[in-house]
């Protein structure tokens, strides 16, 4: 069974930074596309970054196009969101999300992740 796990996680300023990691161990990491959604209280789950299994293809939200970068590091089953320049509008519930279909570019659908992680919250103070 697929376990991802979540950390990094806290409360920053505006225009700080914070980095992301994601665990994941009981399954074939190297060969999932990875995700990171978020969640706000009362909002939908929306995508913020992917990453694919093979050549490392990124995708990007167009809010943090440009401020945050997605990487993996297959060696260590970990996926990482390293996010800078941050904004009050990025305080969110961030979710890892694991995609076991060997795709060329990483889904924006949460619908097509069958794994994921609990979550770890990031507040961004004005």
């Known amino acids: 069974q697929v376990r991802l796990v979540e950390s990094g996680g806290g409360l920053v300023q505006a225009g700080g930074s914070l980095r992301l990691s994601c665990a994941a161990s009981g399954g074939t990491f190297t060969t999932y596309a990875m995700g990171w959604f978020r969640q706000a209280p009362g909002k939908e789950r929306v995508f913020v970054a992917g990453?694919?299994?093979?050549?490392?293809?990124?995708s990007y939200a167009d809010s943090v196009k440009g401020r945050f970068t997605i990487s993996r590091d297959n060696a260590k089953n970990t996926v990482f969101l390293q996010m800078n320049s941050l904004k009050p509008e990025d305080t969110a519930v961030y979710l890892c999300a694991g995609d076991p279909r060997r795709v060329l570019r990483p889904s924006t659908y949460a619908t097509y992740y069958d794994y994921w992680g609990q979550g770890t919250q990031v507040t961004v103070s004005s």
């Open positions: 990453i694919s299994s093979s050549f490392g293809i990124t």
